[in-house]
Structure formats: structure tokens, C-alpha cells
């Protein structure tokens, strides 16, 4: 058989989950616990070459080879921030390239993830949304930006033991909308979770969405880790224009399928994160409704100060404005935090993440139109980048 046939019908056993691994395997002859012993060499020793398997059999490993490969996706550039922040971007073929952030602090070390080349959400204010959508990622490229992340970071440590992990908390805030990616996204998800995975804890894995409700459900039955949901908006019509998502799931659905999701959450209750565009939704009395709305779920704010980029029409709060939005959701006894700013240096913030797009829905074409749309709607103005990062 030619390299290139070989290359065509090998399968990337980073798309599996332990699950699909072990009945992979059982199909191929080999008992459940050998399928384990695969996942640890992929997930906790991070190994991506049969030879170093030195507990398989050299039969089972002679079979890897004839049928199977490991592969991440290739980081085309790393970044390192003065404040120990990292990005990646990775390559995931025919032009398309998406960005991993690491943000390491005293207690916890933070991988934000992407599932999508490019976003379909359209989202005004973030420059993934601009870029248009070229296509899910798969399952491997999913987790192969955590394993190779985490494999990185211990090599550069000199860390050897599979227990000892840099990355303590993985959330799905990269570019993309993970709730669009689920057939990928619960797959990975599970691998985060499982003790032949990565074993982490379902409190230290947090998808963020934009709100599509539907599939909040689905994430609640299959994989119910933290949510974290991005609101935005204290109505609908402000959420209408600065999220399109809203005009199909307005706030009273949203609002709706949290409180369902609670009943399933690790934690008990939802992240609301809130962006801070300024004289857009930052008033004192859009807190106000905000609490209102939030009335009856249990939750949590973060509240983001927008990160401008280049052209996008819309302008940072004021500090002042965003202090006494925090106090006033304080002060109805709504934890608030509000994201720290990191990683100025190497563009690595919430809505910044760009990477390469081959935009196939021609949302780049349109974007002098949106830029336009939004300098009319809020009389806004651009400014140059500043960055943020994910506190919980
Ligand atoms: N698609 C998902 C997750 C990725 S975006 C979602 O929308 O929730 C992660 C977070 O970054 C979201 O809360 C998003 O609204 C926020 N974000 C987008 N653009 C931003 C910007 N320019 N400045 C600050 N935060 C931004
Ligand atoms: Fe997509 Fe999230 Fe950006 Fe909206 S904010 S365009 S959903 S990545």
C-alpha cells in the first residue's frame, strides 16, 4: 500500500473518546483494558508515537500503525506575554488557522480553547464573529490544542509525572460558538472529564455560549460542565442588534434554559458574562433591569470591558462606568467580578482571537456595511487593542 493510501485510511485516534476507543479496539480484537492503556499514553503521557507504548504489546502496537496515527494540530506561531500569558495559533488546513490562549495564574492554570475556524454567530462586537465561518473543528483539533498545550508547558517545566498537570482548568471561549459543534464538542468534553483523560473536574470545564437554547439542553444531557452564557444585553431589543442569535432565542427562552441547565450544572449557578461597550449597555439603569432579568437564576457576573480591534465602530466604557455597574450588581447581592486585562502584547483577548479564516459565508465581505451599521446604531468609535481574560 503507498504512504499516501496509508495516510488516507488511518484514522486520528485523538477523535475519540475512551469510549469509542475501547469499542475501536474491541473491533479490531483487543480487550477494554488495552484501550485504556492507549487513552493514558495519549491523554496523561502524551505520547503520539506507538514505539514509546512500551506496555502494549508489540502486536497491538504493529496494528496501531497499520491503522491508526496521533496527531494534534501544528502550531504555525507561539506568543509568550510578559505576564506569562501564551497563544498559539494552529494550523487546521486549506488556509483556516485558530488560536489557544494559556493564562497561568497562582492557583489554577487557564486553556482557553477554539471549536470553530471563524464564527457563524455574527456577534457586532467580536472580530471572530467579523471573519466569517469557514467550519467546525474536529474532535482532534479540539483536544489536540489541550494536548498540545499541556505537552509544551511540561516539557519547558521539566515536569515528567502524568499527574502533574500545568493546566487546571480548560474553558471553551476561543473562537467559535461551541454549542453549534456539539457531534465534536461533547467528545472532547468527555476526554476532559474522564480519569483516562485528562481527569478533570466538571466545575473546571466551562463551555461559554451565546445562547442557543436547544442545544444548552443537549449539552445538559450529554456533558454537563460549567456554563457560562453570554448576555450582553439587559432587553431584547439592545440584544437583537448586538447578537442575532437573540432574534431567534430571545432573553425570556435564555433565561429559561439556564434555570433548566441548573439542575444539571456542576455548580449552582450560571456565569453571566457581560460585555462593556461604552453608551451602549454600560448605564447604571441597564444594571438595574439586568437584575431584574436575572431574577430567578442563580448566577454569577463577569463583566468584560470591551477589547476594541481595528475598524470594529464601538468604544471601551469608561473605568468609572464599569465600577459602578460591578457595585450596583454587588449591591443586589449578584457576585461580580470584572476580567482582569492580560496578555497585551501578544493580542490575545475575548474577541480578538482571530487566527486565518477562508470565510465561506462572505461575512468579511460585509464587513465595511457592519462597520457602518454599528457607527449608526451607537456612534461609537474604534480604537487600538487592549486585552482581557476569563475569571471566574
Ligand atoms: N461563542 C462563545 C464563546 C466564544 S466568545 C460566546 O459568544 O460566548 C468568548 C467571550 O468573549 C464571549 O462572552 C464574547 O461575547 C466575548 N467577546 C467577544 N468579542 C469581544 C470583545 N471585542 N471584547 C471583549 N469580549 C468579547
Ligand atoms: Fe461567535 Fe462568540 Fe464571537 Fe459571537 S462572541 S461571533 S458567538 S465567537
Given amino acids: 500500500m503507498s504512504e499516501q493510501l496509508d495516510q488516507d485510511v488511518r484514522i486520528n485516534l485523538l477523535d475519540m473518546d475512551v469510549e469509542k476507543i475501547k469499542s475501536w479496539c474491541a473491533q479490531h480484537g483487543e480487550k477494554p483494558f488495552r484501550a485504556i492503556q492507549l487513552a493514558r499514553w495519549m491523554h496523561r503521557f502524551l505520547v503520539d508515537d506507538f514505539d514509546q507504548m512500551t506496555n502494549l504489546a508489540k502486536s497491538f502496537r504493529a496494528k496501531l500503525k497499520d491503522l491508526a496515527y496521533i496527531k494534534a494540530p501544528s502550531p504555525i506561531t ?13 494550523d487546521v488546513g486549506n488556509g483556516n488557522a485558530v488560536e489557544s490562549v494559556f493564562i497561568p495564574e497562582d492557583d489554577r492554570g ?14 457586532l462586537f467580536c472580530s471572530t464573529g467579523k471573519q466569517g465561518f469557514n467550519r467546525n473543528l474536529a ?46 464538542v461533547i467528545p472532547a468534553l468527555k476526554l476532559f472529564l474522564d480519569d483516562n483523560g485528562y481527569g478533570l473536574s466538571r466545575r473546571r470545564v466551562t463551555v461559554s455560549t451565546s445562547g442557543l437554547v436547544n442545544q444548552m439542553d443537549k449539552l445538559g444531557e450529554a456533558a454537563p460542565v460549567a456554563l457560562a452564557v453570554s448576555l450582553h444585553a439587559p432587553d431584547d431589543a439592545l440584544r437583537d442588534k448586538l447578537m442575532p442569535v437573540n432574534r431567534k432565542h430571545p432573553l425570556g ?20 458574562e457581560y460585555l462593556l461597550l461604552g453608551g451602549v449597555n454600560d448605564d447604571p439603569e441597564q444594571a438595574r433591569e439586568l437584575i431584574r432579568l436575572v431574577r430567578d437564576v442563580p448566577c454569577k ?27 450596583i450588581l454587588n449591591e443586589a447581592g449578584i457576585v ?14 475575548c474577541g480578538q482571537l482571530a487566527g486565518e479564516v477562508k470565510d465561506r459565508t462572505r461575512r468579511a465581505q460585509r464587513l465595511v456595511l457592519q462597520k457602518e451599521q454599528a457607527r449608526d446604531v451607537f456612534a461609537g468609535k474604534g480604537e487600538s487593542c487592549a486585552r482581557g481574560d476569563f475569571h471566574e
Fill in 253 to 272: 427562552q435564555l433565561m429559561a434554559a439556564c434555570r433548566r441547565y441548573l439542575k444539571v450544572a456542576p455548580r449552582d449557578f450560571i456565569t453571566f
Fill in 301 to 327: 457576573f463577569n463583566l468584560i470591558p470591551f477589547n476594541p480591534f481595528p475598524d470594529s465602530g464601538l468604544s471601551k466604557p469608561e473605568r468609572q462606568r464599569v465600577l459602578d455597574f460591578a457595585r
Fill in 110 to 123: 487557564t486553556l482557553c480553547i477554539s471549536t470553530q475556524a471563524g464564527c457563524p454567530m455574527g456577534c
Fill in 139 to 184: 474532535t482532534s483539533e479540539i483536544v489536540g490544542q489541550l494536548w498540545y498545550a499541556e505537552r509544551e508547558l511540561r516539557q519547558e517545566a521539566g515536569i515528567t509525572d502524568p499527574n502533574d498537570r500545568i493546566i487546571s482548568n480548560v474553558v471553551l471561549m476561543g473562537m467559535g460558538e461551541p454549542l453549534q459543534n456539539l457531534d465534536n
Fill in 78 to 90: 507561539e506568543k509568550k506575554s510578559a505576564d506569562g500569558t501564551r497563544k498559539w495559533l494552529f
Fill in 336 to 349: 461580580t467580578t470584572v476580567r482582569k486585562t492580560r496578555g497585551d502584547d501578544i493580542d490575545a483577548a
